[in-house]
């Protein structure tokens, strides 16, 4: 049975969808890649990917519906018009409960990044925390950049790595819990403010009834 996507937002332009975790968007070894996937949805003959999300990650992802529209995007997130909130959760105690995590990335072993203390190029990421039981913190973060595996790499920075997240040294879970949880952005003088919740891993419904 084919793959459905969930629509958050559909506009003449651009549909926003809710990615699931384990999806690449990108086509990597799949046969059909997401945009392909997403095109026969709609039945379009093309959408065109103007940002991406980690195949890990889950949550809101902009899909333009022409070129037009696609350029007018790339622009937005080049010129970082487009604010992006993020949830993640770990069960380790940060360094600091909220603020700014700045700092140069460079690659690492495995395909991992880290996160410098020079800051000529940096990445620049803004959070907020709070506890929702014993050994288990809820982050809210905000990516002033776009950068590779960005939220990753300062959440292991903080010393609360990703639940679920491996490669960053997460403990383990039944998924990377990080998820793009609201995009905000005006479009042709129109403003927009688009949520959504998660809806696999079993965590994360203890964040949902917790947030108001």
């Known amino acids: 049975m084919p793959l ?4 958050c937002f559909q506009h003449t ?6 990615k699931p975790v384990g999806i690449s968007v990108h086509k990597d070894d799949q046969a059909v890649g997401l945009t ?3 095109a026969k949805q709609l039945g379009v003959e093309q959408v065109w990917l103007v940002h991406r999300l980690d195949k890990v990650t889950s949550g809101l992802l902009i899909l ?17 018009k487009i604010q992006k909130t993020y949830w993640a ?15 140069d990335m460079e690659k690492s072993r495995n395909s991992a990044w880290k996160l410098c203390h020079s ?17 288990l ?7 002033k950049t776009g950068k590779t595996h960005q939220l990753r790499v300062a959440m292991k920075s903080l010393g609360s790595p990703i639940l679920g997240d491996d490669l960053y040294s997460g ?19 129109e403003q927009f403010i688009i949520q959504s919740e998660p809806t696999t891993g079993q965590f994360w419904a203890k964040i949902c009834k917790s947030v108001p």
Not at 4 to 7: A, D, S, Y
Not at 89 to 103: F, H, M, N
Not at 174 to 188: K, S
């Open 137 to 143: 913190r809820h982050f809210i973060l905000q990516p």
């Open 171 to 189: 403990t383990q879970a039944d998924r990377v819990y990080l998820h793009a949880y609201q995009l905000e952005f005006i479009y042709n003088d």
């Open 89 to 103: 959760l770990s069960d380790q105690k940060p360094k600091k409960k909220q603020g700014r995590i700045v700092g």
């Open 36 to 38: 392909e996937l997403v």
């Open 13 to 18: 332009d651009f549909i926003v969808i809710n």
């Open 64 to 80: 333009a519906l022409n070129k037009q529209a696609a350029a007018n995007f790339y622009q937005l997130f080049e010129q970082h």
């Open 4 to 7: 459905k996507f969930t629509i």
């Open 119 to 135: 800051k000529n190029n940096p990445a620049v990421t803004q959070f907020i925390s709070h506890s929702i039981e014993p050994n």
